[in-house]
C-alpha cells in the first residue's frame, strides 16, 4: 500500500518539481533536500524521489519547499498543503534565511522570523524567533551558522545569535549570544561553551 501511494504522489507533485528548478533558491533548496534526507534516513538517490519521500513523510518540509520556491502559483497548495502549524517568513529584505540545510524537529507552534539565519541550524517545537513590536520589522534576530535551539525556546528583538550556540529548552534569549556559547533559562545566561578553546 505504501508503494502504491509512493508511486500516485510522483505524478501528483511533478509541478513541484518544474517550478523548483527554475527558483532562483535552488541551490539553497538542495542542501535543505539533503539535510532533511540524512536526518529522516531516506535512502533514495535521485532528487526528485527523495523530494517526494520527504513531501509525503514530513509535511513541515512543504513550508521550506515554498519559502525556497518565492515564485511557484498558488494553486499547487491544493496538491501539495503546507504545515499550518509552522510560519516561515517570506524571502524578503527584513527576513531572510540564507542558509541551506535548515531543520525542523518537531515543527508544531513555531516561528521564525528572523533578519538571517545561517545553514545548518536545528529548530525544535513551540519556538518563537522574531521581532518585539510589529511596528519594528528590522529588530530580529540575526541567526549565524549551526544553532541548535531547544525545545520552548524564545528569540527576539535585534540580537545576534553565533555560529555553533546551543539554546536550551525553554530559554527567552534578548541580547547576544556569542560563538559557541550555551545559553539557558529565562532570561538565557551562559553556562559553558560547545568548544573549549571558548570556555
Aim: charged share 20%.
Amino acid at each position: 500500500m505504501r508503494e502504491l501511494q509512493y508511486i500516485y504522489h510522483l505524478f501528483k507533485y511533478l509541478p513541484l518539481l518544474y517550478f523548483i528548478k527554475r527558483s532562483p533558491l535552488y541551490e539553497l533548496f538542495l542542501k535543505d533536500l539533503d539535510r532533511w534526507g540524512i536526518e529522516l534516513s531516506i535512502k533514495e538517490n535521485g532528487f526528485y524521489s527523495r523530494l517526494v519521500r520527504i513531501l509525503t513523510r514530513r509535511r513541515d518540509f512543504r513550508n521550506i519547499f515554498y519559502l525556497r520556491c518565492p515564485n511557484y502559483p498558488w494553486s499547487l497548495r491544493f496538491i501539495c498543503p503546507e504545515d499550518n502549524r509552522l510560519e516561515l517568513a517570506q524571502h524578503n529584505k527584513n527576513n531572510y534565511i540564507e542558509g541551506g540545510g535548515l531543520y525542523f524537529e518537531h515543527c508544531f507552534g513555531t516561528i521564525v522570523r528572523a533578519k538571517y539565519v545561517g545553514k545548518g541550524c536545528v529548530l525544535r517545537q513551540c519556538s518563537t524567533i522574531g521581532t518585539k513590536s510589529t511596528f519594528r520589522p528590522l529588530d530580529a534576530p540575526t541567526i549565524k551558522d549551526y544553532v541548535d535551539f531547544g525545545a520552548n525556546v524564545i528569540c527576539i528583538g535585534n540580537i545576534t545569535i553565533g555560529s555553533h550556540a546551543i539554546i536550551g529548552a525553554g530559554s527567552v534569549v534578548v541580547k547576544d549570544v556569542p560563538d559557541y556559547a550555551i545559553v539557558v533559562g529565562n532570561p538565557a545566561r551562559i553556562v559553558g561553551y560547545t568548544n573549549q578553546q571558548n570556555s
